[in-house]
């Protein structure tokens, strides 16, 4: 059938009176069942009002999608598509919006009755539908025709991105410690990868909020990636996104509330979360890239209101040329020497006794497993250069992140990947079961030793697994049998560790029906840092916790506008601000937890950066 992409079943014609359900819909429309999924989730298509149990669609919302499979089978690409059409139904429904709000101020100064009005919008509503459709199709036709005659419309407001390539390697932890305080600055390392980048400014911030967050913003990257202005160099790396989400929505962009910890629940001193949002990821105005290969440093603009792209490029070109690389950062102390840190990190604040409800829950049936968080809090503020400095040297096999907002910085060194993807390439790492580690090399294995043969972490170890395994099984990604767990030291402790690996169709356009934000949403919160079954652990956590999690245990990372990236989970991190400094760290609760052992394993955790700290 002409205009059909591969892969997509021929659609029956729609016919008038049809109630569907998303099985039917997807089947009728003749598309595949992630596309309804995707639109309902953007708010484009709306189950029927028809007081069902379940929800109901009907062939409006057929021809809707079979117009969308048309241009699909032109080679546009889905998540291209559902952006636009995102952006679309936001705009119409704020003009609509403008639009009854003035000709009910028109008739309300006329004095009509409700009737009156009821009859005139009766009237209007086909003028105006009518007026709309013939602006758009002319506008169109006439942008497009322009655009085909390489005559294109001023480019207000488009970003255009310029890189180059720089002699030798640079340190992006020295160039985010040059910056000044007052801009956004983000960095991310990866020491056992010889990989970092920083990031300074902001030109375009993506801050969905609610529950689809994840697809909201990767939508919004693929909005991103249709209509930047690129360097035309072929080398040079495609422009990144960075920043993270938070664990669990607010539905809001501001401070969260301190959760009401409940009976039996205890509380913390408030870490404020303001402007990191449900989720916070930043174009930003300078990058620097450096990996083996060398290093680039991207600069992305705005087109200004003149509409003068080749102005806009030669501020890059100004910028470029006087960006200047920063010596490395100089080594401080030795890594090795041991801390002295003034703070009791096994003073028991109530955490022995939530787990021992935790279990008690367990032994009831009502969850198989939750992870529960502490947070300690210190009087001052952090040199967040100097203790990313030394988190590095401390743990290589680590990813280093610091996020800024406002004067708040989120930063750590997670040993725990939630997903990288590079091509069609998907990697992800199940990280659960804990055990000390220790300067005795024969004491250091025997802990080793233990931990794999240990039942206990074993079993939290395999929720873990087991649930990365459906979650990918679920998207139909192919997913070999993971290998065994092995043994991840860090400096502190060391974890159960199991590689994961999948293979992900990608588009040929260079946006993809998966890219690594939608990977991470559909991973995160794994069994590592939420428990099993996730939604009875997660309510568990919300009502008895008794602090605002913001962005610890969530994705944090970068992704660039291909849809390829690296995101970890925020763990060993804390926020820091002025005048304070939160520290985060929790344990995976499984039926044979003993509290006080829950409570030495957070308590090593959070030494590993009270380590760093104490020696800043």
Request: with cysteine; charged share 25%; aromatic share 4%.
């Amino acid at each position: 059938m002409e205009g059909v992409p591969d892969g997509f079943p021929a659609p029956d014609a729609p016919r008038a009176g049809l109630v569907l359900d998303r099985a039917g819909l997807a089947e009728r429309a003749g598309v595949p069942a992630f596309v309804v999924d995707l639109v309902i989730d953007a708010g484009l298509i709306t189950p029927l009002d028809n007081g069902s149990d379940g929800e109901r669609f009907d062939s409006d919302d057929v021809e809707m999608l079979v117009a969308a499979r048309t241009l699909v089978g032109e080679g546009v690409a889905v998540e291209e598509l559902a952006a636009l059409a995102m952006r679309h139904a936001t705009n119409v429904e704020n003009l609509i919006e403008d639009a009854i709000d003035l000709v009910k101020r028109h008739f309300d100064r006329e004095g009509r009755d409700k009737a009156a009005l009821v009859a005139s919008v009766n009237r209007l509503v086909p003028v105006a539908t009518n007026l709309v459709v013939g602006h758009f199709e002319k506008t169109l036709w006439a942008r497009a025709m322009a655009r085909i005659g390489d005559d294109p419309a001023p480019a207000v407001g488009a970003i255009v991105v310029k890189a180059r390539r720089i002699e030798g390697r640079v340190d992006p932890l020295a160039a985010y410690a040059a910056a000044t305080s007052d801009q956004h600055r983000s960095v991310w390392l990866r020491p056992d990868a010889s990989m970092g980048l920083a990031a300074f400014g902001v030109v375009e911030t993506i801050r969905p909020v609610g529950s689809d967050r994840f697809s909201a913003a990767s939508a919004a990257r693929a909005v991103l990636a249709a209509r930047i202005r690129r360097d035309p160099d072929p080398e040079a790396p495609a422009p990144v996104l960075v920043g993270g989400f938070s664990f669990t929505p607010t539905g809001a962009d501001t401070e969260s509330q301190q959760p009401d910890p409940g009976n039996g629940g205890y509380r913390h001193a408030v870490p404020r979360w303001t402007g990191f949002g449900d989720c916070r990821m930043v174009l930003p105005e300078l990058t620097i890239i450096d990996h083996p290969d060398g290093a680039w440093v991207l600069a992305a603009t705005r087109v200004g209101s003149d509409g003068d792209e080749t102005a806009a490029e030669t501020v890059l070109d100004q910028r470029l040329t006087s960006f200047r690389v920063e010596p490395p950062m100089p080594a401080t102390g030795d890594p090795a020497r041991p801390a002295s840190a003034m703070i009791d990190c096994d003073r028991d604040d109530g955490y022995a006794a939530l787990v021992a409800d935790a279990v008690a829950g367990i032994h009831r049936g009502e969850f198989q497993k939750v992870v529960l968080a502490r947070t300690v809090t210190l009087d001052y503020g952090l040199d967040v250069a100097a203790v990313l400095d030394r988190l590095r040297l401390r743990n290589p096999a680590c990813a280093i992140f610091a996020v800024t907002a406002g004067e708040s910085t989120f930063l750590g060194a997670t040993p725990e990947e939630l997903v990288t993807l590079d091509g069609p390439r998907l990697n992800t790492v199940a990280l659960a079961g804990t055990a000390p580690c220790s300067d005795d090399p024969e004491a250091d294995e025997r802990f080793g030793a233990g931990l794999l043969t240990s039942a206990k972490n074993r079993a939290e170890h395999r929720f873990v697994v087991d649930g990365i395994i459906d979650a990918l099984s679920g998207l139909g990604l192919v997913d070999p049998a993971p290998s065994e767990p092995g043994l991840m030291r860090l400096s502190r402790v060391q974890h159960l560790r199991t590689p994961i690996t999948a293979r992900v169709q990608r588009r040929r356009t260079g946006a993809s029906d998966m890219d690594v934000l939608r990977a991470a949403g559909v991973l995160h919160p794994t069994a590592a840092v939420g428990g099993a079954p996730t939604g009875a652990a997660l309510e568990f956590i919300a009502g008895r916790e008794g602090f605002d999690r913001g962005w610890y245990a969530a994705p944090v990372g970068w992704c660039d506008l291909d849809g390829n990236g690296e995101v970890g989970v925020a763990l060993r991190c804390a926020l820091t601000g002025p005048d304070s400094t939160h520290l985060f760290a929790g344990a995976g609760i499984v039926t044979d937890s003993d509290p006080e052992d829950e409570l030495e394993e957070t308590a090593m955790k959070l030494r590993a950066l009270l380590d760093v700290i104490d020696e800043c």
